[in-house]
C-alpha cells in the first residue's frame, strides 16, 4: 500500500488537518483514500478522539472496514468497527467507525457535538446521496455553534459541478493523483429497443474470448444481473465463475464475489454501480459497461417514486471503467458509440433535486431547522418541500402551517430511524395493541423489516410477508426492541390495517376494470394479471409509472368498512359545495371521507349566498370566462386594462389575463354572484361594472386618463380606440375630421402612439399611419388626387394642415363645389 498515490500528499494533507477545521480531498478511485489514509491516521494517532468515516454503501462500508481490521491483524470491532443498519462491532479501543449514511444523521440526532469525535469523514461524496448531504449540512451547523475543534474531511473522486468551496470558503483543496494504468476502449452501440441481456452477453463473451484476467460487467439492477446469468449458462468458458454482486446479496456471495479468483481460474462479475466507486474487487483487467444506472426519482404530481432506467453520466463511465486499470493496461467495453460518449452529461444530478424530501424535513425538523436554513449544497425544490411536508401532516408528524415543526408523535417517528411512513406504522401498531388488537406488534415488525428491502415484482404484500417470515427475523428483532415490546411470530393478519396506517394517500377504491381512486386523489391503475385484481378496496404499497401513467405493482387488500371501525381517527366530516356539470346547478353536501375517498353523503340544503357563490365559481372556472355575459363595452375594457398594465407597468394594475382572472375569481366576482345557483342566472351581470368595482382606487379615474375609451377628433366626433394587448392602440376615422392635426394622437401619458386608420367619406380605408405629419407631407398629395375624381363634392384642401376640420360636403360648409 506505501505505493499508492495518496502517499504522496499526506504530509500535506495533515497539516491541513492540523490548521484547519475542514479539508476538501480530490483523489480519483485507486488513489487509496478509502484505505491507506484512515489507516494511517489510526496507526499514527494523530487525533485525541474517534475518527468517523461515512461509506455511501453498506457493502463498501462492511469491506473497508474488513479490510483495514486485517491490515492491522484484527478483527472488525477492535481499532476499526463498522456500525450499519442493523449492525454494530464497536468497543473501547475502536478509533475508527465506518459508518453509512442514515447512521450517522442518527448519531448527529442523538449527540449534535459528537462526543468523543474528533475527525468526521465522507467517503465517495461525489455520489450526492440525500443523507450525505443533510449528514454534511449537520456537521457544519455543530462545527459552527458546538465544536469548533471538531474536524471535517470532505473526500470525492472528483469537485466538477460541485459548489463545496462556496459551502467550505476557508477549507483547501488538497488534489492527489489517482493510480491507473491506460485503457483500450471498445465501443459495441446496442439496440436499446431490443432486450439488453442477449447484446450485452455477446460482449460479454467476445471480451472473454479476447482477454485473460476476470471481467467486471455494469448492469443497471438486480433483474438484468439475474437474466444475464440466465443467458449466460452453458455458453461460459471452464475456467469462468460467474459471481453476481449487488446489495441485497446475503454477505457470503458478496464476499466470494470481491476475493480473488481461485488459482487456475477468473471471474466474472455482474455488478450494478455499488462497484464504481471504493469498492475494490480483485484480479480485474476488463469491464463491460452497459451504460446503464437504475436512479429514483419522485414525482410530485401523482406523489410516486419511480425507478428510472437510464444513461449513466461521462464521471460514472470515467470511474467504471477505471476499475480495468487498477493493476496494469486494462479494456473497457461500452455498449454505446463514442459519439453517444460526448453527448453524455457530465454529472448526474444530486438526490436532493430529484427525490422525495420527507426524510430530509423530518430530519431537519429534529435538528431543529426548517430545511431552506441548513447549508446545503443545493436548495431543495420549494415543490418538493411543500409536498414532503404535507405528507408529514397527514402522517401526523408536523404541525400544519409553514413553520415545519414536528408533533409530540413527530419526534417519536424521527427517532425511529427509518421512513416516516414506516415510523408512523410501528408507533400506532403499539397504541392498538394495547387498546386490544392482539398480535399488530408483530405483525409491524415483520412488515417493517420486510418494507426496508428493496420490493419488485407484481404481487400481493401478504405473499412476500409469508415467503420470506424466516429471512425477516434479524430485522424484526430491531423493531420488537426499539417498540419494547415481547417478540412473537407474526400471523400477517394485520397486514391491510398497517399498509393503511403509513400510506393513508394510498388507499384505494375500485372504479372500474383496473383503475382505482385512491385517498391521496389520484388514480391509477393495477398491473395486469395482479392477484389483488376485483378487491373492492387496497392499499398501494409499490407503485412506478410508464408512459400510460402510475401502475400499482404491491398492493395489499383492505376493507373500507374495518378501517373506519378500527382507524376512526382517518375518517372525517366535511361541508362539500361543487358545480354539478350535468345539471349546471350547486350541489352541496355533508360527507364522511377517508382523504377524498367519499364513504357516505347527505344533501345540504340551508346555504348561504357566499357558499352558493363560491360554487357557482366552480363551474365558471370548469367551463371557462366564456360563459360570463361580455359584451362590446366590457372587452374593451378588459382590454384597456390588459393594456394598462403592460404600458404602465410600475402603478400596481391588477393581473387581467384570463388565468389570473380564473385564479382570482373569488376577489373580483364573488360579490356579483353571490346568491345565483345557476349560470343562466349569469346574463344580468354588467361585466364592465364589476371589472371597475374589483380595481383599486384611483386606478379607475387613472384609467380614464391614461386610457381613455375614446378619442376626440378636431370635429368633435368621439371615435372609439380599439386596444389590443400586445399591438398599438387604434382609431379608425375620416380623414376630412383630422385635417389641421399636426401630431400623432397618443395614450398612456404619451407613451403610446395611436394608429390612425384614415377612411374615406364612404368609411373605406386609405391609408394607415402611426406618424399624421410625416402622411400629410408625404402620402396625402397622391391621395388629394385619387379622391377629388372620386369624391368631388368633398373638401380636399391643398394644405391639410391649414385646413378646417370637417364631417360635411362642401356644399354645407359654404364652399362653391
Not at 461521462?314 to 486494462?330: F, I, M, Y
Amino acid at each position: 500500500m506505501s505505493s499508492l498515490p495518496i502517499v504522496s500528499v499526506l504530509p500535506e494533507l495533515f497539516a491541513a488537518i492540523d490548521r484547519h477545521a475542514s479539508v476538501i480531498l480530490q483523489a480519483p478511485p485507486g488513489a487509496g483514500k478509502s484505505t491507506l489514509l484512515p489507516l494511517e491516521l489510526v496507526r499514527r494517532q494523530r487525533l485525541p478522539g474517534r475518527i468517523i468515516m461515512l461509506e455511501p454503501r453498506r457493502l463498501a462500508a462492511r469491506n473497508i472496514a474488513s479490510f483495514l481490521a486485517r491490515q492491522l491483524g484484527e478483527k472488525v470491532g477492535e481499532r476499526v468497527g463498522l456500525r450499519v443498519r442493523g449492525e454494530s462491532r464497536t468497543s473501547a479501543a475502536t478509533r475508527l467507525e465506518i459508518v453509512t449514511e442514515g447512521v450517522l444523521t442518527r448519531m448527529l440526532q442523538q449527540d449534535p457535538e459528537l462526543t468523543g469525535v474528533s475527525l468526521v469523514i465522507f467517503d465517495e461524496f461525489h455520489e450526492r446521496s440525500l443523507h450525505a448531504d443533510t449528514a454534511l449540512a449537520f456537521v457544519i451547523e455543530s462545527q459552527q455553534g458546538l465544536r469548533d475543534d471538531l474536524k471535517l474531511l470532505v473526500m470525492s473522486a472528483t469537485l466538477d459541478g460541485m459548489a463545496l468551496e462556496r459551502l467550505l470558503p476557508d477549507a483547501p483543496v488538497v488534489r492527489s493523483e489517482g493510480r491507473g494504468f491506460p485503457i483500450e476502449y471498445h465501443y459495441r452501440p446496442a439496440n436499446r429497443q431490443q432486450w439488453l441481456e442477449p447484446q450485452l452477453g455477446a460482449v460479454v463473451l467476445e471480451a472473454l474470448a479476447a482477454h485473460d484476467g476476470s471481467v467486471l460487467v455494469f448492469l443497471p439492477g438486480q433483474g438484468e444481473i439475474e437474466r444475464l446469468a440466465q443467458w449466460l449458462e452453458g455458453r461460459l468458458p471452464g475456467d469462468v465463475t460467474l459471481a453476481p454482486l449487488y446489495g441485497r446479496l446475503d454477505l457470503a456471495a458478496q464476499q466470494a464475489a470481491i476475493d480473488p479468483a481461485p488459482a487456475g481460474r477468473r471471474k466474472l462479475v455482474l455488478t450494478t454501480n455499488v462497484a464504481e466507486t471504493s469498492l475494490t474487487i480483485e484480479g480485474i483487467s476488463v469491464v463491460v459497461d452497459s451504460g446503464l444506472e437504475r436512479r429514483a426519482s419522485f414525482d410530485l404530481k401523482s406523489g410516486v417514486t419511480r425507478l428510472e432506467t437510464r444513461p449513466i453520466a461521462k464521471s460514472s463511465a470515467t470511474q467504471r471503467a477505471g476499475r480495468a486499470g487498477r493493476l496494469g493496461p486494462g479494456v473497457c467495453y461500452r455498449l454505446w458509440s463514442g459519439e453517444v460518449q460526448e453527448r453524455l452529461a457530465e454529472q448526474s444530478p444530486p438526490d436532493i433535486l430529484t427525490q422525495e424530501l420527507t426524510g430530509l424535513l423530518l430530519d431537519a425538523a429534529q435538528w431543529g431547522a426548517r430545511v431552506e436554513e441548513l447549508p446545503l449544497l443545493d436548495p431543495p425544490p420549494a415543490a418538493a418541500v411543500a409536498s414532503a411536508q404535507r405528507l408529514l401532516v397527514t402522517l401526523g408528524a408536523m404541525k400544519p402551517g409553514g413553520e415545519q415543526q414536528l408533533t409530540p408523535e413527530g419526534r417519536v417517528m424521527a427517532a425511529f430511524g427509518t421512513h416516516p411512513r414506516l415510523a408512523r406504522m410501528l408507533l400506532r401498531a403499539r397504541e392498538l395493541e394495547a387498546e386490544g388488537l392482539t398480535g399488530i406488534v408483530a405483525d409491524a415488525a415483520f412488515l417493517v423489516a420486510l418494507l426496508e428491502e428493496d420490493l419488485r415484482g407484481s404481487e400481493r404484500l401478504a405473499v412476500l410477508f409469508h415467503r420470506r417470515q424466516g429471512a425477516l427475523r434479524q430485522g424484526a428483532t430491531r423493531w420488537f426492541e426499539r417498540l419494547g415490546a415481547r417478540q412473537e411470530a407474526a400471523r400477517g393478519q394485520w397486514l391491510g390495517l398497517l399498509c393503511a396506517l403509513a400510506w393513508p394517500d394510498r388507499i384505494g377504491r375500485l372504479r372500474s376494470g383496473q383503475r382505482y381512486q385512491l385517498s391521496g386523489g389520484v388514480s391509477c391503475d393495477l398491473v395486469e394479471g395482479h392477484p389483488c385484481q376485483g378487491q373492492g378496496a387496497l392499499v398501494a404499497v409499490e407503485m412506478g409509472q410508464n408512459e400510460r401513467g402510475s401502475r400499482i405493482f404491491i398492493a395489499e387488500p383492505v376493507v373500507l368498512d374495518e378501517l373506519v371501525r378500527l382507524l376512526p381517527e382517518m375518517v372525517s366530516e366535511r361541508q362539500w359545495f361543487d358545480w354539478d356539470e350535468r345539471e349546471e346547478r350547486v350541489r352541496a353536501e355533508r360527507q364522511q371521507v377517508l382523504g377524498e375517498l367519499v364513504l357516505s353523503q347527505r344533501p345540504l340544503t340551508e346555504l348561504s349566498d357566499e357558499q352558493k357563490g363560491r360554487c357557482l365559481l366552480q363551474g365558471i372556472r370548469r367551463k371557462g370566462l366564456h360563459v360570463l355575459p361580455w359584451d362590446d363595452a366590457s372587452e374593451g375594457l378588459l382590454a384597456r386594462l390588459r393594456c394598462a398594465a403592460e404600458w404602465l407597468p410600475d402603478e400596481g394594475w391588477p393581473a387581467m389575463d384570463e388565468e389570473s382572472l380564473l385564479a382570482g375569481l373569488e376577489q373580483w366576482l364573488l360579490p356579483a354572484v353571490s346568491g345565483l345557483t345557476r349560470l343562466e342566472q349569469l346574463k344580468k351581470l354588467d361585466m364592465s361594472d364589476i371589472l371597475r368595482q374589483s380595481l383599486p382606487w384611483p386606478l379607475p379615474r387613472r384609467l380614464d386618463e391614461a386610457l381613455p375609451g375614446h378619442f376626440t377628433a378636431p370635429t368633435g366626433s368621439r371615435v372609439r380606440i380599439r386596444y389590443q394587448p400586445g399591438q398599438a392602440p387604434a382609431i379608425p376615422v375620416r380623414i376630412q375630421e383630422m385635417f389641421g392635426l399636426g401630431a400623432t394622437p397618443c395614450v398612456a401619458d404619451g407613451r403610446v402612439p395611436l394608429v390612425v386608420e384614415l377612411l374615406s367619406p364612404a368609411q373605406r380605408p386609405l391609408q394607415i399611419t402611426a406618424d399624421l405629419a410625416a402622411f400629410w407631407a408625404g402620402s396625402y398629395e397622391q391621395v388629394k388626387k385619387e379622391m377629388k375624381g372620386r369624391y368631388p363634392r368633398h373638401y380636399w384642401p391643398d394644405n391639410p394642415l391649414e385646413a378646417m376640420p370637417t364631417r360635411v360636403t362642401k356644399k354645407k360648409m359654404g364652399l362653391q363645389e
